[in-house]
């Protein structure tokens, strides 16, 4: 049966406009394409290039300075130096006393009570110690 | 450089334009080849197949997608939904400053104007439904084109138009019915006579 022009299209025909309309495109021009990439261009944001890294103006002490660490590094060099100068200068009888002598032998030894080998480590010397004390 | 687009191809549209925004060159290119083609299209059937100013209409629209790189937020519209509406009211305001032209003779196509479509039927649908959505509403023309024509879906649509769903659904729905009945009249000129 004809259909007559009083009845509306069925979506199935109406696809079919559709469909020939997405294949009815026809590509920009180079023209076209050219003036949008030309715009493009124009307005591309600048970004900050990354600071360039600074000349080196140090001097060479500044340098070494830096090298060794700066003010910390050199307040503990300074603490050091004084206490290896303090413990030279005083007698470190605490040291001694813990010790009893063997660490800091002859002049340097003013404790009264002084340690034989054996006293420290009996089994040093071998059993024969102890045979003695029993017999 | 081939080689590079390459890589590019499959990055999304807003990662080329995040990327065109750090000053990427190529990232611009790939979005241009990809999207000038869809917004030309789409402006030319909002215009009514005025090729000339569909063109202008497609560099305004790629010009204030580049100057908006910058400042795009990320997630909120796809750069896509975004374009079409930029298009979408471009054509709007162009078609209402010339709403004292017949709109029919804007709608014939440039001499000597080469169709995409090959066979003869297909141009002739193309070139009929083209006359229909000239004489619908602007609205209705420019939802019933998403939909069918450019694929738009109806949440899209609704962004692109700042409406809600619902009436997206109403607007295609009346549109589809009017290109319905319009082309009906012209079924015998189309060959559409007899089943």
Request: glycine letters at 8%.
């Amino acid at each position: 049966m004809a259909k007559t022009d009083n009845q509306p299209m069925q979506d199935d025909e109406l696809d079919l406009f559709f469909e020939a309309a997405r294949q009815d495109v026809a590509a920009p021009t180079d023209a076209l394409m050219a003036a949008i990439m030309a715009d493009a261009q124009a307005h591309m944001p600048v970004v900050d290039p990354l600071p360039a890294p600074k000349a080196q103006t140090k001097g060479v002490f500044a340098s070494i300075w830096s090298a060794i660490g700066g003010l910390p590094a050199a307040a503990s060099l300074a603490t050091a130096t004084v206490a290896g100068v303090w413990i030279g200068f005083t007698q470190p009888v605490q040291l001694e006393t813990l010790s009893g002598g063997l660490v800091l032998a002859g002049d340097y030894v003013t404790t009264d009570t002084s340690y034989a080998l054996e006293d420290l480590a009996p089994g040093y010397l071998g059993t024969t110690l102890f045979a003695e004390d029993e017999g | 450089m081939n080689m590079a687009l390459d890589a590019y191809e499959g990055a999304s549209d807003e990662a080329l334009l995040v990327l065109y925004g750090n000053g990427d060159p190529m990232a611009a290119q790939l979005l241009t080849h990809r999207l000038a083609p869809r917004v030309l299209g789409f402006a030319t059937r909002l215009l009514g197949g005025d090729r000339a100013e569909a063109e202008d209409v497609t560099q305004e629209a790629m010009l204030r997608l580049w100057k908006q790189a910058a400042s795009w937020r990320s997630g909120e519209a796809q750069v896509s939904t975004w374009l079409y509406r930029v298009v979408s009211n471009l054509c709007t305001d162009r078609l209402r400053k010339r709403r004292t032209v017949d709109l029919d003779a804007a709608g014939d196509p440039e001499d000597g104007q080469p169709s995409a479509v090959e066979n003869m039927m297909d141009v002739d649908r193309a070139t009929a439904l083209q006359d229909a959505l000239n004489r619908l509403p602007d609205r209705q023309k420019v939802a019933v084109t998403l939909r069918h024509i450019e694929g738009a879906t109806n949440p899209e649509i609704a962004q692109i138009l700042g409406i809600s769903v619902e009436a997206v659904e109403s607007l295609t729905a009346r549109g589809k019915r009017a290109l319905a009945k319009d082309l009906a009249g012209r079924r015998e000129e189309l060959g559409y006579g007899e089943d």
